[in-house]
């Protein structure tokens, strides 16, 4: 029997974001306000550098560059283990914020990921739920 | 220079032995260690008029009821909620309130009963639960190989360095009856040991374990009637967030308030006899050495090189193994240098005792978010 993987806990904050992967977009919230005007995530109750609590959900570009990555092998949930080793990164989007996702292909352990391009792509993560894992971009 | 805290004394430290597994509740290590802190101080039980404590395990439970549950009658309380941090925010905390004359004893203690498979399911906060973990992420392992690949990357730190670190505090903890961990590590132990989040290997992560940790802290009024040996709180510092729009600084913001500290304690890293780091991983090691001004920035794998770490060296870290090896007891893991640093100070360190130990340095971290730690603390001890 396969175990159900870990769910979002989706709330009144959080819940477009988790709606718009189930539309295969990639939603962020950027600031309303003209001063500020900056993307941010995850998602938040307002602005987290100017504290507006205008804003709206815009997609992303999906476009991307490894900050940092780690091989996983032992997940924090079981579920994971029949995925494993797999890539697990820290991508500075083009519109700014950090995200954390995973790389679809396998893991290579000669590959240094850091620095490389990525574009966002949808994967389903269980019933109901698609999530944004990243391909390398082809050079 | 006058000291911030010249009527508040330590009196007082506890400690239980660290075990792999336990059939004792959290409160009865948390009362354990209290009592053999209290008796270490010769102080009685209820003489205690504050409680601080830290402990993710000890809900539905919370300080006034733990107050309860021990028959303390408090006129100060604090409960840590910032990870291994929390600790020496806490001592802080109750050094401003017995300058103030608020309280008289207070007890700062730490515990928890883990193991790797509770430490795994624990719950947690949004930024690591929901937009880390269900991706798949790899716990605070995971976390902390990201941050310890970028810093190789930038610093071009490469393994043998996190090595000498881990080595060092081994040989430290040989000397530690309390220790989990006591059999020698050689390099090549610690090179071949098995991946657990690439870059970080198995003796690069903490083992979860059940323990406690206590220290007592006193007014003067009370501490005089005392005769054993004591310490004070020199100065200390916390900073949460920093930097608030950097998760890859490869800092919690040490350097922000240990300029402060150095300054009100009247010392500097060179006056240290000890350093006592929250050695998470060795990478977390590392930031905080270069944070407190004891390397410069992406240098402090030189320390490991140039000195012996040990308690025998020139230059002590981590001197009962840290929870490298001695374990991680959950929250504890921010009382252990604490713990350490007053043991060493009030020269009950046994054979791992630094000779004419008078200062020493204790640096905290914790409360892991969204891929860091967000709290970040640090205080100089001092013998009087």
Not at chain 2, 354 to 376: E, F, M, Q, W
Request: with cysteine; net charge negative.
């Amino acid at each position: 029997m396969q175990m159900q993987k870990p769910q979002p806990r989706i709330n009144s904050i959080n819940r477009p974001f988790w709606s718009g992967c189930n539309d295969d977009q990639l939603l962020i919230q950027q600031c309303g306000s003209p001063a500020c005007g900056r993307w941010f995530y995850f998602p938040r109750a307002g602005c987290p550098y100017c504290g507006a609590t205008e804003f709206s959900w815009k997609p992303a570009s999906g476009e991307g560059v490894i900050v940092t990555y780690t091989v996983v092998r032992r997940p924090q949930h079981p579920s994971f283990a029949p995925e494993l080793p797999y890539c697990f990164i820290a991508v500075k989007l083009k519109e700014g914020p950090l995200m954390y996702s995973r790389l679809r292909r396998g893991y290579s352990p000669e590959l240094n990921l850091i620095g490389k391009k990525v574009s966002v792509v949808f994967t389903e993560h269980g019933p109901g739920q698609r999530l944004p894992f990243f391909d390398l971009e082809e050079r | 220079m006058s000291n911030d805290f010249d009527n508040v004394f330590i009196v007082g430290a506890g400690q239980t032995t660290y075990e792999k597994k336990t059939e004792k509740p959290v409160i009865r290590l948390i009362w354990e260690a209290t009592r053999m802190a209290l008796d270490d101080a010769g102080l009685a039980w209820n003489e205690v008029d504050g409680l601080g404590v830290t402990c993710f395990t000890l809900g539905p439970d919370n300080s006034v009821t733990l107050a309860e549950h021990m028959g303390f009658q408090c006129k100060f309380l604090y409960q840590g909620m910032y990870g291994g941090a929390s600790c020496i925010i806490g001592m802080h905390h109750a050094a401003r309130a017995i300058q103030a004359g608020d309280a008289d004893v207070i007890v700062i203690v730490a515990a928890d009963v883990f193991d790797v498979g509770s430490h795994m399911s624990m719950n947690r906060n949004p930024g690591q639960q929901d937009y880390m973990g269900i991706w798949g992420y790899g716990a605070a392992n995971g976390v902390f190989a990201l941050q310890t690949r970028l810093y190789m990357e930038r610093y071009g730190a490469v393994p043998e360095d996190f090595g000498r670190l881990c080595l060092s505090f081994r040989e430290n903890a040989r000397l530690n009856p309390n220790a989990l961990l006591r059999q020698p590590l050689t390099m090549d132990d610690y090179l071949n040991a098995r991946q657990i989040a690439d870059p970080l290997r198995l003796y690069d992560c903490v083992l979860p374990c059940s323990g406690a940790d206590a220290i007592v802290m006193v007014s003067r009024k009370v501490a005089d009637r005392l005769s054993g040996p004591r310490s004070r709180l020199a100065a200390a510092g916390e900073i949460h967030n920093y930097p608030s729009d950097d998760i890859y600084a490869l800092s919690a913001g040490w350097e922000t308030f240990t300029p402060r500290m150095w300054d009100k304690a009247g010392a500097s890293p060179a006056d240290m006899d000890f350093v006592q780091l929250y050695d998470d991983y060795p990478v977390m090691s590392f930031i905080q050495l270069e944070g407190m001004g004891f390397a410069e920035r992406g240098t402090a794998a030189e320390l490991f090189k140039n000195n012996d770490c040990t308690v025998r060296g020139s230059f002590p870290v981590n001197t009962g193994g840290g929870q490298l090896s001695a374990g991680q007891c959950g929250a504890s893991g921010g009382m252990i240098g604490v713990y350490e640093a007053v043991t060493q100070l009030h020269g009950h360190a046994g054979d791992r005792q630094i000779p004419d130990c008078r200062k020493g340095v204790v640096s905290g971290y914790g409360a892991v978010s969204y891929g860091r730690g967000l709290s970040a603390s640090a205080c100089v001890l001092e013998r009087v």
